[in-house]
């Protein structure tokens, strides 16, 4: 499937359902729908490069990297997916990522020493990111 289908489709989806049943004009419920479509349209996709195994995978902006490197095959460690464990917590050697919100997560400290959690992190540009415990999945 293609990465803007994999990182639209769960989106309209869900906006579907949410305004499924509901009694409201064509209009009201595709306006919402057009401008998620218009979002996804104008995504980026980059390169998230894992290191020292070298695996490269894409990474729409949409998407978080755990997402996208899960897409791609790759398995890293994980258990909340929402920013509080700290069990995906790596180090990104290159690039620059984004937070939906500021997460308690991280501390300040650990942000300027260039660490991540990749469950709640969407890239803003290609990316090195160091973890040594990734691995494919089914391996
Ligand atoms: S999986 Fe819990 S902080 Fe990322």
């Known amino acids: 499937m293609p990465l803007f289908e ?3 489709l769960p989106r309209l989806r869900l906006h579907m359902r949410h305004t499924s049943g509901q009694a409201r004009s064509m209009r009201d419920n ?3 729908i057009i401008q998620e479509m218009s979002a996804c349209a104008m995504q ?3 390169t998230v490069a894992i290191a020292p195994q070298g695996w490269i995978f894409d990474a729409p902006s949409g998407a978080t990297l755990l997402q996208s490197a899960e897409r791609s095959g790759l398995r890293l460690a994980a258990s909340c997916r929402n920013g509080t464990c700290r ?5 990104l050697s290159q690039g620059k990522v ?3 919100i500021e997460w308690p997560g991280l501390s300040a400290d650990e942000k300027r020493d260039g660490y991540i959690l990749p469950c ?3 890239p803003e ?5 160091d973890e040594a415990k990734a691995a494919r999945s089914g391996i």
Not at 125 to 129: G, H, I, P, R, Y
């Open 6 to 8: 994999m990182a639209c």
């Open 120 to 122: 709640v992190a969407y």
């Open 30 to 32: 595709m306006g919402p």
């Open 87 to 91: 069990t995906c917590m790596c180090h």
């Open 98 to 100: 984004r937070y939906a």
């Open 44 to 46: 980026k996709t980059y």
């Open 125 to 129: 540009a290609d990316l090195v990111v």
